[in-house]
Protein backbone atom coordinates (compact mmCIF):
# COMPACT_ATOMS: atom_id res chain seq x y z
CA UNK A 1 0.00 0.00 0.00
CA UNK A 2 1.46 3.40 -0.72
CA UNK A 3 1.93 6.30 1.50
CA UNK A 4 1.86 9.08 -1.07
CA UNK A 5 0.76 11.92 0.92
CA UNK A 6 -0.42 15.20 -1.01
CA UNK A 7 1.80 18.06 0.10
CA UNK A 8 0.46 21.32 1.02
CA UNK A 9 0.11 23.59 -2.25
CA UNK A 10 -0.81 27.28 -3.02
CA UNK A 11 -3.41 26.00 -4.92
CA UNK A 12 -5.26 23.90 -2.06
CA UNK A 13 -8.42 25.12 -1.17
CA UNK A 14 -8.01 23.45 2.55
CA UNK A 15 -4.89 25.11 3.37
CA UNK A 16 -6.64 28.41 3.56
CA UNK A 17 -10.52 27.13 5.18
CA UNK A 18 -8.64 26.73 8.72
CA UNK A 19 -7.29 29.30 11.00
CA UNK A 20 -3.78 30.70 10.24
CA UNK A 21 -0.90 30.07 12.04
CA UNK A 22 0.28 33.39 13.98
CA UNK A 23 2.79 35.52 13.26
CA UNK A 24 4.25 38.87 14.51
CA UNK A 25 6.99 41.14 13.82
CA UNK A 26 8.15 44.79 14.97
CA UNK A 27 10.35 46.88 12.81
CA UNK A 28 11.34 50.62 11.56
CA UNK A 29 11.18 51.26 8.02
CA UNK A 30 13.73 53.66 6.57
CA UNK A 31 12.65 56.66 4.46
CA UNK A 32 11.37 56.91 1.14
CA UNK A 33 14.55 58.94 0.34
CA UNK A 34 16.93 56.18 0.76
CA UNK A 35 17.57 53.30 -1.49
CA UNK A 36 17.06 50.75 1.03
CA UNK A 37 13.78 49.06 2.48
CA UNK A 38 12.84 46.74 5.11
CA UNK A 39 11.66 43.19 3.92
CA UNK A 40 9.87 40.90 6.32
CA UNK A 41 9.99 37.63 5.31
CA UNK A 42 7.32 34.86 5.87
CA UNK A 43 8.55 30.79 6.66
CA UNK A 44 5.10 30.18 5.27
CA UNK A 45 2.77 31.68 2.83
CA UNK A 46 0.57 33.91 4.00
CA UNK A 47 -3.16 33.16 4.51
CA UNK A 48 -3.80 37.04 5.61
CA UNK A 49 -1.98 40.09 6.95
CA UNK A 50 -2.74 43.19 9.10
CA UNK A 51 0.09 46.05 8.90
CA UNK A 52 -0.10 48.58 11.88
CA UNK A 53 1.55 52.05 10.81
CA UNK A 54 2.77 52.51 14.81
CA UNK A 55 4.66 56.31 13.98
CA UNK A 56 2.43 59.28 14.88
CA UNK A 57 4.74 60.99 12.49
CA UNK A 58 5.34 59.20 9.00
CA UNK A 59 3.46 57.63 6.66
CA UNK A 60 4.85 54.41 5.40
CA UNK A 61 4.89 52.87 2.17
CA UNK A 62 4.14 48.95 1.40
CA UNK A 63 4.68 46.64 -1.55
CA UNK A 64 4.80 42.75 -2.14
CA UNK A 65 7.97 43.31 -4.02
CA UNK A 66 11.07 45.36 -3.82
CA UNK A 67 10.09 46.85 -7.21
CA UNK A 68 7.03 47.60 -5.90
CA UNK A 69 8.31 50.80 -3.73
CA UNK A 70 9.02 52.57 -7.05
CA UNK A 71 8.33 56.04 -5.89
CA UNK A 72 6.97 57.27 -9.44
CA UNK A 73 2.99 57.42 -9.76
CA UNK A 74 3.04 54.17 -11.47
CA UNK A 75 4.79 52.56 -8.28
CA UNK A 76 2.06 49.19 -7.50
CA UNK A 77 2.51 49.94 -3.12
CA UNK A 78 0.00 51.17 -0.86
CA UNK A 79 0.48 54.33 1.44
CA UNK A 80 -0.59 54.13 5.41
CA UNK A 81 -1.52 57.11 6.90
CA UNK A 82 0.35 57.79 10.07
CA UNK A 83 -0.96 55.78 13.17
CA UNK A 84 -3.57 54.19 11.20
CA UNK A 85 -4.26 50.04 10.33
CA UNK A 86 -4.08 48.78 7.03
CA UNK A 87 -5.82 45.14 6.40
CA UNK A 88 -6.78 42.57 7.69
CA UNK A 89 -6.43 41.99 4.03
CA UNK A 90 -6.68 37.97 2.73
CA UNK A 91 -3.55 37.69 0.19
CA UNK A 92 -0.97 34.85 -0.28
CA UNK A 93 2.36 36.15 -0.30
CA UNK A 94 5.63 35.12 1.34
CA UNK A 95 7.53 39.07 1.20
CA UNK A 96 6.55 42.23 1.67
CA UNK A 97 8.32 45.77 1.56
CA UNK A 98 8.60 49.11 3.78
CA UNK A 99 10.20 52.23 3.40
CA UNK A 100 8.78 55.46 5.64
CA UNK A 101 7.75 58.53 3.86
CA UNK A 102 8.98 61.40 5.03
CA UNK A 103 11.18 59.67 7.75
CA UNK A 104 11.96 56.72 9.51
CA UNK A 105 8.49 55.05 10.23
CA UNK A 106 7.69 52.25 13.38
CA UNK A 107 5.24 49.48 12.08
CA UNK A 108 3.99 46.09 13.26
CA UNK A 109 3.09 43.31 11.00
CA UNK A 110 0.39 40.47 11.98
CA UNK A 111 0.34 37.46 9.75
CA UNK A 112 -1.77 34.55 9.83
CA UNK A 113 0.40 31.93 7.89
CA UNK A 114 -0.50 28.49 6.03
CA UNK A 115 1.65 25.24 5.84
CA UNK A 116 2.27 25.95 2.38
CA UNK A 117 6.12 26.36 2.09
CA UNK A 118 7.34 29.66 0.66
CA UNK A 119 9.62 28.10 -1.78
CA UNK A 120 6.61 27.29 -3.96
CA UNK A 121 5.24 30.68 -4.64
CA UNK A 122 7.10 33.74 -5.74
CA UNK A 123 5.50 36.51 -6.67
CA UNK A 124 7.04 39.17 -9.38
CA UNK A 125 5.72 41.09 -12.13
CA UNK A 126 7.55 39.41 -14.34
CA UNK A 127 5.69 36.01 -13.55
CA UNK A 128 2.66 37.12 -15.06
CA UNK A 129 1.21 39.05 -11.90
CA UNK A 130 0.45 42.47 -12.99
CA UNK A 131 0.15 45.41 -10.47
CA UNK A 132 3.05 43.92 -7.96
CA UNK A 133 6.18 45.53 -9.83
Partial sequence: MSLNNPIPDVNHSSNYLISGIPFVTSSQAPTVSGLTNQRVHFPLVTRHITVVNEDA?????????????????????????????????????????????????????????????????VVTGSTGFPGVG
Fill in 57 to 121: NFALRMAFTQNGLSTTAAGNHVNIPKASVFGPIEVRCTDLFFQGVGGAAKFGVVAGLTVVKDSTW
